[in-house]
């Protein structure tokens, strides 16, 4: 395994907004990698501040 400049080698928890395109195919992919979902509230997208 390569090593990242910052150190993470995977991601733990992955922040999101409660839309229903990630619905299925996003928490089959989470739970397979073992990733946590951490959903926003709707119509709060500063909660996501780096992407939004």
């Given at each position: ?7 993470i080698d995977r ?22 990698l073992g990733i946590t ?16």
């Amino acid at each position: 395994m390569s090593e990242r400049p910052w150190g993470i080698d995977r991601a733990e928890r992955l922040t999101i907004d409660s839309a229903l395109v990630y619905e299925y195919s996003l928490r089959e992919l989470c739970a397979e990698l073992g990733i946590t979902e951490k959903f926003i509230k709707p119509c709060r997208p500063w909660q996501n501040g780096r992407v939004e």
